[in-house]
């Protein structure tokens, strides 16, 4: 079945500890998206990749990384927590051309940094 | 700028009225525009794409370069359709996942 998994699905953690939120794809799709998702602000870009080795900024970059060293996988990074960024988080995978590719998304990560 | 507005937070409608989710955006050139929905506690999901022009589960939405506007729209809401919608832009240079996202509009459907 193709499908974008994140784990965990819920996270709760303490200001600083560092953390990493995993997202991996089986449609060997190029493109990889984070997402935060706020209530009143909809879907905020974190970062994206292009494909392996391949990664810029989105949106809202701070206080985030990413890596992109397996075409399959782009783990999401937060070297350092803190509680503004309690939030849910989504992973978004699709092919990098062609007219009808869609974006497939995972299930979601709530992250509560306290 | 590309941008995408959605102007309603939340849309209410009985079962069987028309509905319609307003989106506008900015953007030179020729944009490519969608329609996501997230059910309660589901992923999101691509509703419907203007480039391809079709019906999903009865929304349709058609690109207004003049107005530049890509409303949703349902002759004869559902209580099934109650989700969350968010109209997403492509950005310029971006394969279909680098999307600019609107803020979301919440429809309740009420029976």
């Known amino acids: 079945e193709a499908q974008v998994t994140q784990n965990p699905r819920y996270l709760i953690t303490v200001t600083g500890k560092k953390l990493t939120v995993t997202c991996s794809q089986n449609m060997n799709h190029e493109y990889m998206s984070w997402y935060r998702q706020d209530p009143g602000l909809g879907l905020r870009q974190i970062y994206y990749?292009?494909?392996?080795?391949?990664?810029d900024k989105g949106d809202v970059p701070e206080g985030y990384k990413v890596s992109r060293k397996e075409k399959r996988n782009f783990p999401l990074i937060l070297e350092s927590p803190s509680p503004n960024q309690t939030s849910l988080y989504f992973c978004?995978?699709?092919?990098?051309?062609?007219?009808?590719?869609?974006?497939?998304f995972g299930q979601g990560t709530r992250l509560t940094v306290v | 700028a590309q941008r995408v507005t959605q102007p309603e937070k939340l849309l209410s409608v009985f079962k069987g009225a028309p509905v319609e989710l307003k989106c506008n955006y900015s953007y030179s050139g020729s944009p490519e525009l969608f329609w996501y929905v997230q059910y309660s506690r589901q992923r999101l999901q691509l509703l419907l794409r203007?480039?391809s022009r079709e019906s999903i589960k009865g929304f349709t939405a058609d690109l207004n370069k003049g107005e530049t506007s890509f409303h949703l729209k349902k002759p004869f809401a559902q209580e099934e359709d109650s989700a969350m919608y968010y109209c997403?832009?492509?950005?310029?240079?971006?394969?279909?996942?680098?999307?600019?996202f609107g803020k979301g509009t919440k429809l309740s459907v009420k029976p």
């Open positions: 990749s292009m494909n392996v080795e391949v990664t």
């Open positions: 997403a832009l492509k950005r310029y240079g971006g394969s279909q996942g680098n999307l600019i």
């Open positions: 978004a995978s699709s092919h990098g051309t062609g007219e009808n590719t869609e974006a497939f």
């Open positions: 203007h480039i």
